[in-house]
């Protein structure tokens, strides 16, 4: 028998959905807004279209929680809840953080659905996007409001939430390639063996609650 | 924003000597340049630990692997 036969639904359909969503949005922010601020790109700004693109993504951007919560409720409470509790296992697997970030997961404190690091990106990911909201809504309706030097303030904080967005997405890239993580993205399914090692506590919920082996049976052969 | 005035700008209620916010020099002249410097070296430097990182992640994996096999075909004695 094969040791990745088996696979597990990791996420489904609709928060596949609203991942491509954010994803989108936020490449298209980063690209538009790289335009309109950095000078080697500053000759595509011409004629406007990057302003007007820019803010087609801020509205797409803003709306990915809304759609969340629309697509799957049940998945929005459990990313946001889960973001910000932690448990012993936890703060274990965040102490042997450099280990993991290395490749090897097998010695890890066993996590949950999510492991300690993507809840920590996640929290991070929602406060910081929060930032990247108020102050580009600011600089777009309260100019007149809040004067040229509360623009500037805004531009300033706008984009040093961008640059920790644009870290934070590095490092999910980067734990995408090394875990082989990309088909929880496509498929929706990751390798049960994987889920098992990275993923031991969750695993151990889903064969409790006899959802493995509903997911097993309709995973694609 | 380039404004032109036909007459002296406090008529028209602007400052007479405007000159741009502190924090507006700060923006273009260091958080800019360092934003792009340090995105540059994190890409770098998680491009280079990715491809080792990978490797030690493959090779648990094949070791979990041929435990798992050797496990499943282990008949008993």
Known sequence: MKAHE???LRYRRNQRFVHALLASSFLLLLLTGLVLLWGPLSFLAAGGNSRWLHRVGAV???AVPIAYVVADRRGA???LFDSFKYDNDDWEWIKHVFRYTMGHAKEMPPQGRLNAGQKLHHAAVILVSAAIVLTGLAMWFLKPTIGAEGTAWAAV???LAMLTLTLLLVGHLYFTFVYKALSGMTSGYI???EARLEHAKWVEELEED???TEERSAAPS | MLVVTPDDPELFALPADPKPPIVAGVWQQAVQPLSVGVVAATALAAGVAALVARRNHLAEVRQLE???TEETSYEGP
């Open chain 1, 6 to 8: 088996h696979e597990i």
């Open chain 1, 60 to 62: 797409a951007f803003m």
């Open chain 1, 77 to 79: 409470k459990e990313l």
């Open chain 1, 157 to 159: 904080i706008h984009d």
């Open chain 1, 191 to 193: 390798p049960e063996e």
């Open chain 1, 210 to 212: 006899g959802a493995l």
């Open chain 2, 66 to 68: 041929a435990a798992a």
